[in-house]
Antibody, heavy 124, light 110 residues
Framework: EVQLVESGGGLVQPGGSLRLSCAAS????????MSWVRQAPGKGLEWVSA????????DYADSVKGRFTISRDNSKNTLFLQMNSLRAEDTAVYYC?????????????????WGQGTLVTVSS | QSVLTQPPSASGTPGQRVTISCSGS????????VNWYQQFPGTAPKLLIY???QRPSGVPDRFSGSKSGTSASLAISGLQSEDEADYYC???????????FGGGTKLTVL
């Protein structure tokens, strides 16, 4: 059974940093691209970033480009999101999600498994 | 403001057929496949339809998807009370180089 467990969320001041982790199990982690998707309170889903299975290809939403960095450790089956220069508008539940296809690419790929999410609150 | 446009709400009575629309542009729905997600309050989204009309294992055949041009639709037949949830469409956007979502449609079963 696929399991994705996020951690690292919490309260941080504007301008601060936070590192999210997503521990994966139940599938061949390095074979699948992974993504981070967030949801602000009471709002819809917003894609944040994606990373190929090998880790050599990444993409970011314009809203986080230059501030967030996605990475993975395939030896530890873990996905990360380093978030710097945080803003109030980054407040959201952050989900890690697994791509549906075992091609390692995230291009045009849906996400078939999601973690339970971790809440990030940016406030002074 | 979401890139894909969905009606904010939809409703139907048990047993009825309901459709939810999703409108995009040539850079997303017009050139890529559409996926649909179902989300209950306080829980993670669940993949409901992928590649326009494919159902993952375990999704009832009451749920179906279609796409035409730059628009897509999700249809739910034989509506049940447990279908009451938020539904999101999504598609890869070639201009933004990432997936874009609709704003979500809250489905109410009357």
């Amino acid at each position: 059974e696929v399991q994705l467990v996020e951690s690292g969320g919490g309260l941080v001041q504007p301008g601060g940093s936070l590192r999210l982790s997503c521990a994966a199990s139940g599938f061949s982690f390095s074979s699948y691209a992974m993504s981070w998707v967030r949801q602000a309170p009471g709002k819809g889903l917003e894609w944040v970033s994606a990373l190929s299975g090998s880790g050599d290809s990444t993409d970011y939403a314009d809203s986080v480009k230059g501030r967030f960095t996605i990475s993975r450790d395939n030896s530890k089956n873990t996905l990360f999101l380093q978030m710097n220069s945080l803003r109030a508008e980054d407040t959201a539940v952050y989900y890690c999600a697994k791509s549906y296809y075992a091609s390692g690419t995230y291009y045009n790929a849906p996400c078939d498994s999601w973690g339970q999410g971790t809440l990030v609150t940016v406030s002074s | 403001q979401s890139v894909l446009t969905q009606p904010p709400s939809a409703s139907g009575t048990p047993g009825q057929r309901v459709t939810i629309s999703c409108s995009g542009s040539s850079s997303n729905i017009g050139s890529n496949t559409v996926n649909w997600y179902q989300q209950f309050p306080g829980t993670a989204p669940k993949l409901l339809i992928y590649r326009n009309n494919q159902r993952p294992s375990g999704v009832p055949d009451r749920f179906s998807g279609s796409k035409s041009g730059t628009s897509a639709s999700l249809a739910i037949s034989g509506l049940q009370s447990e279908d009451e949830a938020d539904y999101y469409c999504a598609a890869w956007d070639d201009s933004l180089n990432g997936p874009v979502f609709g704003g979500g449609t809250k489905l109410t079963v009357l």
